[in-house]
């Protein structure tokens, strides 16, 4: 790779040691190509586009089959190289790694950009009805029906681990009505907490598509394609 960008012979052993020290290779660098893990074969794809210390970088889902390490390991380099002001255009389907990596987001729907901003202002789109998070110390589908009942207007929905958000209306209205309702059935609250809207909400409320559905399309287009 190097001698395919052009650097000079005398410069290549040194960029090639450094390379492999900031992606944590080094201690392979003996190893074939085709003894590396997965992440590790990634990394050094990555590595070997940075040898001719590129302004520009262009990375394609790069964390697409990684596991939860390597991923997490990606992202910390790709971080690093951020920092270090190399100009990175990444594409994901994982919008928890674009609002990780990324300063700023262009939301894409069959080829046409629909929105590009920051993650933040991004998310403020979908800031038009408050989020509050319940948790008590036992829940049944009879506390959904309930709430349901006493908050028509709003949208009551259960999570896991007797966990419930309630989407919409004023907070300390909201508040109320549920610890009256808690009272009144012995429950206990364990906590309370307002959640700020994530990308995928963004994303959602933008498009009216769900992340989901579109990278199960893709893949589906993938295997057609293969």
């Not at 190399?86 to 700023?104: G, P, S």
């Not at 908050?151 to 919409?168: C, Q, T, W």
């Not at 700020?196 to 769900?210: R, Y």
Request: charge should be positive.
């Amino acid at each position: 790779m190097a001698q395919l960008y052009g650097i000079p012979r005398n410069q290549r052993k040194t960029r090639v040691e450094e390379l492999l020290k900031t992606f944590g290779l080094y201690e392979r660098k003996d190893y074939l190509f085709g003894t590396f893990s997965r992440g590790m074969k990634r990394a050094l794809t990555i590595a070997a586009a940075l040898m001719h210390s590129p302004k520009l970088l262009f990375l394609d889902e790069p964390t697409v089959g990684l596991d939860v390490v390597a991923a997490r390991s990606l992202h910390n380099l790709i971080d690093k190289l951020r920092h270090q002001g190399i100009t990175i255009f990444l594409t994901t389907h994982y919008l928890e790694e674009a609002d990780l990596l990324c300063d700023r987001i262009a939301i894409l729907v069959k080829g046409r950009i629909v929105k590009i901003d920051t993650p933040e202002a991004l998310k403020t789109i979908a800031e038009e009805e408050s989020v509050i998070e319940f948790s008590f110390n036992r829940m049944t589908s009879k506390v959904v029906e309930g709430l349901s009942e006493r908050l028509p207007e709003l949208k009551v929905v259960p999570f896991a681990h007797n966990r419930m958000r309630i989407y919409g209306g004023i907070p300390a209205h909201v508040f109320r009505i549920v610890l009256k309702y808690a009272k009144e059935r012995g429950i206990e609250i364990d906590a309370v907490k307002s959640i700020k809207p994530s990308l995928e909400d963004a994303f959602i409320k933008i498009t009216g598509l769900s992340p989901n559905i579109m990278m199960i399309e893709k893949e589906g287009r993938r295997q057609n394609v293969a």
